[in-house]
């Protein structure tokens, strides 16, 4: 399935200039999987030296927050979206 993932401007260095951009998958696992391949400097920030993803950066599919999902097979539609959002906090 072709959909579409966003990315903060902050990020764009991350994805060759891109904010958004066509990605390929069957399911958001393959989806994450291919990001971090695809763009490796993005995984950085996606992802802890442990594999897990960051705190605080906030994935949705569609308008739904993944962080409460247990698993990542969760098959995708043909225009699905994608976004990666930064959380910022301070004061």
């Known amino acids: 399935m072709l959909i579409e993932v966003s990315v903060p401007m902050l990020l764009s260095d991350c994805t060759k200039g891109k904010t958004r951009f066509p990605l ?11 990001l971090a391949s695809d763009y490796p400097l993005l995984k950085r920030h996606l992802y802890t030296e442990q594999g897990k993803l960051r705190q605080h950066v ?11 999902l247990e698993r990542f097979d969760v098959p995708l ?11 910022v906090s301070g004061g």
């Open 58 to 68: 906030l994935l949705f599919l569609n308008d739904d927050n993944i962080e409460w």
């Open 24 to 34: 390929e998958a069957e399911t958001l696992g393959e989806a994450l999987d291919r």
């Open 77 to 87: 539609q043909a225009g699905d979206k994608l976004r990666v959002l930064q959380a």
